[in-house]
């Protein structure tokens, strides 16, 4: 791609489209279908558009920050002055939707042919586990992001791949073939930006059938 | 009460007990059920035996903190200079229990005869009502922090008493004579230390009923 990336604080991508000099060549197509968003900018306005239409209530959790100093200025807001990132011990979108308990991770990847389980935590496996003892629906949205494509990969699938590879010869990463086969592709559009609840749909659907 | 009280970074409250001088009178007896927890580190207790007895998952949410600056020292984690505390747009705890989406929010008043309604952000009673219709349990635990009293508040009663301040003579804070008409008092333990979940097993059974 010849556009110009710059990464903003608040994880926006910001793409750069026009005034390419005359000798510069595009080796592929300027893609249109992911415009200067990253993917948690896409799923926070995803649930926005989720929320606005009263079809489910999902937040992203907030990310987790242990606060060391806190500065008390006068006449103004509490400074926090030292604090460090840590690691939450959960998933970060949780939520309700039609009487379920929704519960989920996205997840990106520059790889164009596997997604590597290194990207996932143990304990956020763990959580999705209890969390489906419990009765709730957990799935991952995993965006291939040199390819522009989102796959709903529901947490069975994922649990069967992160517990194969404490195998002999087990893999350490799901082949895009793989998710390509069994888990479906989430169309990338305009309201709501990543549609993922018909897919949600379906989970509830083949747990009634279970039941 | 005659007990030194210092506010601990984390919200833990420290009650130093012995070394009273001969000439001080104690105007209470002494209180040991609610020794040196704030109700923040109270649930967070709650939760973490709720979750080792496979029980329910229940989490708190981390506090919104807006990032403003950040280094990255060499060799080290990147560390946080600038950051406000911001209002989250939901409350403080939610999971999943039986299958079902528990939402809930924990207030501490030292009022000893009501509990204002202000310690409510409109948002999160917008955020309380938009889970019940889909299907969540939404609640709120009261701690009457002078009294040592925790009320199990359904949000149907919270919803009621939130609305009626907006009607002309409403009133702007909630009698306690009100709670113990009409909210159970959770005792205070030790394994859980804050036990909700049976109450929360009757909003479910009620919740059925009405089917």
């Given at each position: ?93 949780n ?10 991770e ?26 489906c ?23 069975d ?33 305009f ?18 059938e279970?039941?």
């Amino acid at each position: 791609m010849s556009s110009v990336k710059i990464n903003y604080p608040k994880g926006q991508r910001f793409q750069h489209m026009g005034n390419h000099s005359a000798g510069q060549k595009r080796k592929q197509p300027l893609s249109y279908s992911n415009r200067g968003m990253s993917l948690e900018a896409d799923l926070n306005l995803t649930n926005k558009q989720y929320l606005a239409g009263n079809q489910a209530i999902i937040h992203k959790k907030p990310t987790p920050i242990q606060v060391v100093k806190v500065d008390y200025p006068a006449r103004a807001a509490a400074k926090i002055t030292e604090a460090y990132y840590t690691q939450s011990s959960t998933t970060d979108y949780n939520g309700v939707y039609r009487g379920y308990y929704l519960d989920f991770e996205a997840k990106q990847t520059k790889n164009k042919t596997s997604f590597p389980l290194s990207n996932f935590h143990e304990h956020q496996i763990d959580h999705m586990k209890a969390s489906c003892v419990h009765g709730g629906i957990c799935f991952v949205i995993i965006l291939f992001s040199t390819l522009d494509e989102h796959y709903f990969v529901p947490s069975d699938f994922l649990f069967k791949w992160w517990d194969q590879q404490f195998q002999p010869d087990g893999r350490k990463s799901i082949p895009l073939a793989a998710l390509k086969k069994d888990c479906a592709q989430i169309p990338y559009g305009f309201n709501p930006r990543i549609p993922y609840l018909p897919f949600v749909d379906q989970l509830i659907d083949k747990k009634k059938e279970n039941r």
